[in-house]
Nanobody, 117 residues
Framework: QVQPVESGGGLVQAGGSLTLSCSVSGGTFVGDDMVAWYRQAPGKEREVIATITWDDGSRQYTDSMRGRFTIYRNYHENRAFLHMNGVKFEDAAIYYC?????????WGQGTKVNVSS
């Protein structure tokens, strides 16, 4: 069982930047794991931001998220990251990391991002 763990959320000033981290509790990312970042704002559906394949680092972004968000992974740290810049008020949400391994998707508990003026 893969258990993703997110960290790095908190309060960020509008216009600032923030980097979220995803690791696997008690384990490691392996092979063709597909790591994805999602977010869910209050009263809205969960939406995908970006995905990255662990072994070759290939990335895909939802069109509306392209530009201000960057997904990447550090192979040696065994972590996947989501960097956001030019943070907007509408970026306030709970951000989730998911890992798809052998067609099974596991979710983390999420990390909350608040945006201040």
């Amino acid at each position: 069982q893969v258990q993703p763990v997110e960290s790095g959320g908190g309060l960020v000033q509008a216009g600032g930047s923030l980097t979220l981290s995803c690791s696997v509790s008690g384990g490691t990312f392996v092979g063709d794991d597909m790591v994805a970042w999602y977010r869910q704002a209050p009263g809205k559906e969960r939406e995908v931001i970006a995905t990255i394949t662990w072994d070759d680092g290939s990335r895909q972004y939802t069109d509306s998220m392209r530009g201000r968000f960057t997904i990447y992974r550090n192979y040696h740290e065994n972590r996947a990251f989501l960097h956001m810049n030019g943070v907007k008020f509408e970026d306030a949400a709970i951000y989730y990391c998911s890992v798809e391994r052998d067609s099974v998707v596991s979710w983390g508990q999420g990390t909350k991002v608040n945006v201040s003026s």
